[in-house]
């Protein structure tokens, strides 16, 4: 039980050091001075093989000693999970409107506010 339990302990630390050196990477979006995020498939890959991961693990019998622990890791995978959702949906939307808004014709049509 206790090398059972190690394992666990383990895995839950080798997760951490895996997420501590993940950077979340950004490119200038054409000459609008805005820098979009980018090249997030590896990023996205292992937020879902350790929501996967975290999940198999809080089912074991073995996690007691590590179940808060587990349970707030868990948490905070699917919060980061949902914020880049979040991200990439209104990402999505201003590239697919920006080139609408900046165009000479456009901006001359609307209304000053």
């Not at 394992?7 to 050196?21: I, V």
Request: aromatic content about 10%.
């Amino acid at each position: 039980a206790a090398s059972k339990e190690y394992s666990l302990e383990k895995a839950m630390e080798k997760m951490k050091t895996e997420w501590a050196e993940m950077l979340f990477e950004f490119v200038a979006y054409r000459d609008t001075g805005i820098s979009i995020l980018s090249s997030i498939d590896e990023i996205q890959v292992l937020l879902d093989d350790h929501i996967l991961k975290t999940q198999t693990m809080r089912g074991s019998p073995f996690i007691k000693p590590f179940e808060v622990e587990i349970k707030d890791w868990e948490e905070k995978l699917i919060l980061v999970q949902d914020i880049l959702d979040a991200w990439l949906k209104c990402q999505a939307t201003w590239l697919y409107l920006e080139p609408i808004f900046s165009s000479p014709d456009i901006n001359a049509q609307m209304p000053e506010e």
